[in-house]
């Protein structure tokens, strides 16, 4: 008898937040001849220098951190920062009072953080509004929102009719998750899947005193040193 798997699949709404740094890489200037020029190679212009993304992660902001942030940001010698504002979902804890976003409050801090950049010498910008690829704020709903595709499997024996209710996929109690069905796949099962994560059966690599099977199998970490003449190969 034959085993079907069932695959469900539902969108749910997610919040984003990457840290980056924005680097701007020209860091020299040439002659007319198109030679380059060591001593603007060596020492070039505040404007080539790179800057930063900054972050009000929810709550947790003052008037006295921010200027010991960019205090430290300019003594690296960051020529500015584009100031980013990420909410978590919810209040920080053991944060008070709480700084809630596009309030009086945020308001002042935001004016707060362009008059220390102003006296520090920084480049000053922000995103337009809260949220990834600022497309956030109380004012975008839940099923507006940018989604993230989850699913759930489930095994059963094939060659008769089930009645059975299907496992939501990456449950959750968070009031402002929007779960919707899509669609159901039933296929039979492939020889050997068991639904668990797949196990290599032989490692091979030409740096063997590594322990490969430790990160691959029981996800351990391990330290590779960067200071390699050849690449690493590793076949699974």
Not at 177 to 200: C, H, K, M, W
Request: one cysteine or more; charged letters at 25%.
């Amino acid at each position: 008898m034959k085993k079907y798997s069932v695959i469900q699949k539902s969108s749910i709404s997610i919040l984003i937040f990457l840290f980056l740094s924005l680097i701007l890489v020209s860091c020299w200037k040439t002659t007319d001849n198109y030679d380059i020029d060591e001593s603007s190679f060596r020492k070039p212009d505040k404007d080539y220098y790179p800057e930063t993304w900054y972050h009000f992660i929810g709550g947790n902001v003052s008037k006295e951190g921010i200027t010991a942030d960019l205090e430290a940001i300019a003594e690296a010698r960051i020529s500015g920062i584009q100031l980013f504002h990420g909410q978590f979902g919810g209040e920080w804890p053991d944060v008070s009072p709480q700084i809630q976003t596009l309030s009086e409050d945020w308001d002042d801090l935001v004016q707060w953080t362009a008059t220390e950049c102003k006296r520090l010498n920084l480049r000053f910008s922000m995103q337009n509004c809260p949220g990834w690829s600022y497309a956030g704020g109380p004012w975008i709903e839940p099923e507006n929102s940018m989604r993230h595709l989850v699913y759930s499997r489930t095994d059963i024996d094939g060659g008769k009719p089930v009645d059975l209710s299907l496992k939501q996929p990456e449950p959750s109690q968070e009031e402002w998750r929007n779960y919707q069905d899509l669609f159901v796949i039933a296929f039979p099962t492939p020889e050997g899947d068991s639904g668990t994560r797949l196990i290599p059966l032989e490692i091979t690599s030409n740096r063997p005193e590594l322990s490969w099977r430790d990160c691959l199998v029981d996800r351990k970490r391990i330290t590779i040193s960067p200071s390699m003449n050849e690449p690493i190969v590793l076949d699974i």
